[in-house]
Protein backbone atom coordinates (compact mmCIF):
# COMPACT_ATOMS: atom_id res chain seq x y z
CA UNK A 1 0.00 0.00 0.00
CA UNK A 2 2.94 2.55 0.66
CA UNK A 3 4.95 1.60 -2.37
CA UNK A 4 1.63 2.61 -4.21
CA UNK A 5 0.74 5.54 -2.28
CA UNK A 6 4.82 6.99 -2.86
CA UNK A 7 4.47 6.32 -6.70
CA UNK A 8 1.05 7.94 -6.79
CA UNK A 9 3.14 11.07 -4.64
CA UNK A 10 5.27 11.27 -7.31
CA UNK A 11 3.70 10.42 -10.19
CA UNK A 12 1.09 13.62 -9.27
CA UNK A 13 3.95 16.52 -7.03
CA UNK A 14 7.08 15.17 -8.49
CA UNK A 15 6.52 14.54 -12.40
CA UNK A 16 10.22 15.29 -14.35
CA UNK A 17 13.88 16.27 -13.15
CA UNK A 18 12.64 19.73 -12.26
CA UNK A 19 10.16 18.70 -9.96
CA UNK A 20 12.18 16.28 -7.53
CA UNK A 21 12.16 15.75 -4.24
CA UNK A 22 15.16 15.07 -1.72
CA UNK A 23 14.59 11.97 0.04
CA UNK A 24 14.56 13.65 3.24
CA UNK A 25 11.26 15.24 2.21
CA UNK A 26 10.43 11.97 1.29
CA UNK A 27 11.02 9.98 4.62
CA UNK A 28 9.18 12.79 6.40
CA UNK A 29 6.08 12.98 4.29
CA UNK A 30 5.84 9.14 4.48
CA UNK A 31 7.47 8.57 8.26
CA UNK A 32 9.95 6.27 6.56
CA UNK A 33 13.71 5.95 7.22
CA UNK A 34 16.23 6.51 4.48
CA UNK A 35 16.95 2.76 3.97
CA UNK A 36 12.71 1.91 3.97
CA UNK A 37 12.43 4.69 1.15
CA UNK A 38 15.64 3.35 -1.09
CA UNK A 39 13.66 -0.44 -0.26
CA UNK A 40 10.65 1.04 -1.57
CA UNK A 41 11.79 2.66 -4.69
CA UNK A 42 13.56 0.21 -5.59
CA UNK A 43 10.78 -2.43 -5.30
CA UNK A 44 9.34 0.05 -7.39
CA UNK A 45 11.85 0.36 -9.99
CA UNK A 46 11.63 -3.31 -10.39
CA UNK A 47 8.02 -3.64 -10.84
CA UNK A 48 8.73 -1.12 -13.63
CA UNK A 49 7.41 2.14 -12.35
CA UNK A 50 9.95 5.33 -13.55
CA UNK A 51 10.87 6.18 -10.56
CA UNK A 52 14.06 8.55 -11.34
CA UNK A 53 16.61 10.41 -9.34
CA UNK A 54 20.05 12.52 -10.03
CA UNK A 55 21.77 15.12 -7.57
CA UNK A 56 18.10 17.32 -6.55
CA UNK A 57 16.24 13.69 -5.68
CA UNK A 58 13.48 11.35 -6.23
CA UNK A 59 11.23 12.46 -9.27
CA UNK A 60 8.24 10.16 -11.84
CA UNK A 61 10.36 10.08 -14.89
CA UNK A 62 8.68 12.36 -17.40
CA UNK A 63 10.99 11.24 -20.62
CA UNK A 64 12.90 8.10 -21.52
CA UNK A 65 15.96 10.18 -21.13
CA UNK A 66 15.32 10.70 -17.21
CA UNK A 67 15.73 7.28 -16.95
CA UNK A 68 18.12 6.38 -19.13
CA UNK A 69 20.65 8.91 -17.03
CA UNK A 70 19.10 7.23 -13.92
CA UNK A 71 20.31 3.82 -15.57
CA UNK A 72 23.63 5.27 -16.32
CA UNK A 73 24.03 6.76 -12.94
CA UNK A 74 23.17 3.53 -11.29
CA UNK A 75 25.75 1.52 -13.74
CA UNK A 76 28.63 3.68 -12.21
CA UNK A 77 27.56 2.69 -8.57
CA UNK A 78 28.18 -0.32 -9.53
CA UNK A 79 31.43 0.19 -10.99
CA UNK A 80 32.50 1.64 -8.29
CA UNK A 81 31.12 -0.58 -5.66
CA UNK A 82 32.97 -3.53 -8.12
CA UNK A 83 36.51 -1.56 -7.78
CA UNK A 84 35.97 -1.16 -3.90
CA UNK A 85 35.57 -5.11 -3.68
CA UNK A 86 38.47 -5.48 -5.84
CA UNK A 87 41.18 -3.57 -3.22
CA UNK A 88 39.18 -5.25 -0.43
CA UNK A 89 40.19 -8.76 -1.79
CA UNK A 90 43.93 -7.43 -2.87
CA UNK A 91 44.15 -6.46 1.10
CA UNK A 92 43.37 -9.91 1.90
CA UNK A 93 47.34 -10.68 1.28
CA UNK A 94 47.62 -8.33 4.71
CA UNK A 95 45.99 -11.00 6.56
CA UNK A 96 47.77 -14.27 5.20
CA UNK A 97 48.88 -15.90 8.36
CA UNK A 98 49.10 -19.41 6.24
CA UNK A 99 46.26 -21.03 8.12
CA UNK A 100 43.89 -22.68 6.19
CA UNK A 101 40.73 -20.84 4.57
CA UNK A 102 37.42 -21.87 4.31
CA UNK A 103 35.44 -20.16 1.96
CA UNK A 104 32.38 -17.78 3.37
CA UNK A 105 29.13 -19.57 3.28
CA UNK A 106 27.11 -18.80 0.80
CA UNK A 107 28.99 -16.67 -1.39
CA UNK A 108 32.43 -15.85 -3.60
CA UNK A 109 35.16 -14.83 -1.38
CA UNK A 110 37.58 -15.08 -4.32
Avoid: C, W
Avoid at 16 to 35: D, I, L, Q, R, W
Avoid at 42 to 67: C, H, M, W
Amino acid sequence: MLKEQLAEYLHRYHHGAENAVTSKMMEYTFHVSGKELRDLVNALRREGIPIASDQSGYFYAKTEAEVRLTIRHMKSRISGISAAITGLKRSLTAFDDTQIRLPLEGGDDS
